[in-house]
């Protein structure tokens, strides 16, 4: 997940208490009756210290023989979680089956996990992301990326129920208040368009008058993870940095890319997006803690 791997460049940077992450939760999903939260436990384990960094999802060092044991029973085992995660996910359904709220919750569980940076799902209602592939109909997130591993000609997405969500508590406000916005290199159709498109939160941005830098999660056309390439394809734009770029057009006002895409710069700036040609690659916390500086720095903090 781009968004964890420049958080953990990003922390040792700024001052905790100062950072505000809103994240997505259309990737949200069922499992054996359980609200699972892929991005909100990826972002607060990784603040934690406590994410598995190489498959940058999961908490380090745990184990799978809850869900081997459930495979007898059930066939949604082939979304991988583990035993200590299965407590998150147990935490958060009772909580929310109590009648308490997401944004609670959420806020409940990075304090147990000593997490100082407030942490925002980008809403309380339901949003899920669906997936129109050619030959299989559409599908939801998780079943499109993981059960059939992104498999298949992407023909729409879409946002359900995004018409009638509204941001949780706090994001608009933190929105306004905000002196500097960064977007991470994460996929914009699946983690940051679905918070951007929440009702009042472009006005938010506007009254913010932050400045604004995005990272493109491409380098050389290509996504680090992910099937963002076939998405852009899909929908018809441009599977370059470019692609990226068009789709946060009057957003952002300084646009990140990798040193691979640097000829793309002259295409960057008649967007009219200032461009900044970096190492974007996050191969090591040193990486990313280097890359998130020159963010900074562009942005002025």
């Known amino acids: 997940m781009g968004a964890a791997r420049f958080l953990r460049g990003l922390l040792p940077l700024l001052d905790p208490s100062k950072l505000t992450v809103i994240v997505n939760t259309t990737d949200d999903e069922t499992f054996f009756g359980l609200h699972v939260s892929p991005d909100l436990d990826t972002v607060t384990y990784t603040l934690a210290g406590a994410a598995h960094r190489k498959q940058g999802w999961g908490l380090d060092g745990d184990s799978f023989r809850c869900l081997e044991a459930l495979g007898r029973f059930y066939d949604e085992n ?31 569980i990075a304090r147990r996990f000593d997490v100082a940076v407030r942490i925002l799902p980008m809403s309380d209602d339901p949003v899920r992301t669906r997936i129109s592939v050619e030959g299989a109909g559409t599908l939801d997130f998780q079943d499109y990326l993981v059960r059939r591993r992104a498999r298949g000609r992407v023909r729409a997405i879409r946002l359900a129920g995004l018409a009638k969500a509204r941001p949780a508590p706090g994001v608009l406000s933190a929105l306004r208040r905000s002196d500097a916005i960064i977007i991470p290199p994460s996929n914009p159709f699946v983690s940051i368009l679905p918070i951007v498109k929440l009702r009042g939160v472009r006005a938010a941005i506007r009254q913010s008058g932050a400045r604004i830098a995005a990272v493109s999660p491409l380098i050389g056309g290509a996504p680090v993870k992910g099937p963002l390439d076939r998405m852009l394809r899909g929908t018809g734009h441009r599977v370059s940095s470019t692609g990226v770029a068009e789709l946060y057009r009057g957003l952002a006002s300084v646009f990140v890319l990798d040193r691979t895409d640097g000829d793309l710069a002259p295409q960057i700036e008649r967007l009219g997006m200032r461009p900044v040609v970096t190492d974007t690659l996050m191969k090591s916390p040193a990486r990313a803690r280097k890359l998130a500086s020159r963010v900074l720095a562009e942005l002025a903090l």
């Not at 407590?87 to 359904?93: D, K, Q």
Request: glycine share 6%; net charge positive.
């Open 78 to 108: 082939w979304f991988q979680l583990g035993d200590r995660d299965l407590a998150t996910h147990i935490f958060r359904t009772d909580a929310l089956r109590r009648g308490r709220r997401l944004s609670q919750v959420t806020a409940e």
